[in-house]
């Protein structure tokens, strides 16, 4: 199939806290994995990106961690600012019919409370 | 370099009208995606486009939907006979020749079907 699972659908955390969001996928061929945030009304934008040949990597207070063997990927934001409120969605890369695409998760809406 | 820029950013069409959503790709970029997002959900990819090919249109209905990106000019995804359930978010995408670098999005078109 070419599911991608998401979860928690809904975050809240304080100000300062971490967060954390997992992501499933389906196909063992994908072999990359991005995540986006998306501000209410606004384009969804990149914000880190991981690799199949990687295990983890940071940029700031963002970082991600992918295991290959489980399928399973995740985004974790430490120190979290009001201003990281948006929904966050995971993306695998599709292989079929030797064409690529991404599919995405549902999205996690992320609040913080100051 | 200006970003992947989508025309309109709104349309308002009457049930039974035809919807043209224009995306133009970031400079450099050949492919084209389009994606469908539904309030409170992900996004769902539609189409996959090079220019004058459509690489995999396994998300487009096989109804009133149609996509392009011709040699020259904006790629257009059509939609006839519009019915309330398009309503919708549209978002365009653009990668360069290799997916596995970036995904860009465009701020889509919110079309509302009266």
């Known amino acids: 199939g070419e599911n991608v699972e998401q979860h928690p659908s809904t975050l809240s955390v304080q100000e300062g806290d971490s967060a954390v969001i997992k992501c499933t996928y389906s196909d063992s061929a994908s072999n990359y994995f991005p995540w986006y945030k998306q501000e209410l009304g606004k384009r969804p934008q990149l914000i880190i990106d991981i690799r199949s040949n990687v295990g983890e990597k940071k940029d700031q207070r963002i970082a991600v961690t992918l295991n290959k063997t489980a399928k399973h990927f995740s985004l974790h934001i430490t120190e979290t600012q009001p201003e990281d409120s948006a929904v966050y969605f995971c993306a695998a890369i599709l292989t079929q019919g030797g064409s690529e695409k991404l599919v995405f998760g549902k999205g996690t809406k992320l609040t913080v409370n100051p | 370099n200006a970003g992947v820029m989508q025309n309109p950013r709104h349309l308002v069409r009457r049930r039974g009208q035809e919807a043209r959503l224009r995306c133009s790709p970031m400079?450099?970029?050949?492919?084209v995606y389009w994606y469908r997002q539904l309030p409170e959900e992900g996004l769902k990819f539609m189409v996959y486009l090079q220019k004058e090919n459509i690489i995999d249109e396994s998300g487009m209905p096989k109804e009133r939907f149609s996509a392009e990106f011709p040699k020259e000019g904006p790629s257009i995804l059509r939609i006839q006979q519009v019915v309330r359930g398009d309503s919708a978010a549209y978002f365009c995408?653009?990668?360069?020749?290799?997916?596995?670098?970036?995904?860009?999005f465009g701020s889509g078109t919110q079309l509302s079907v009266l």
């Open positions: 400079k450099g970029h050949s492919h």
């Open positions: 995408a653009s990668s360069p020749r290799d997916l596995g670098e970036k995904l860009f």
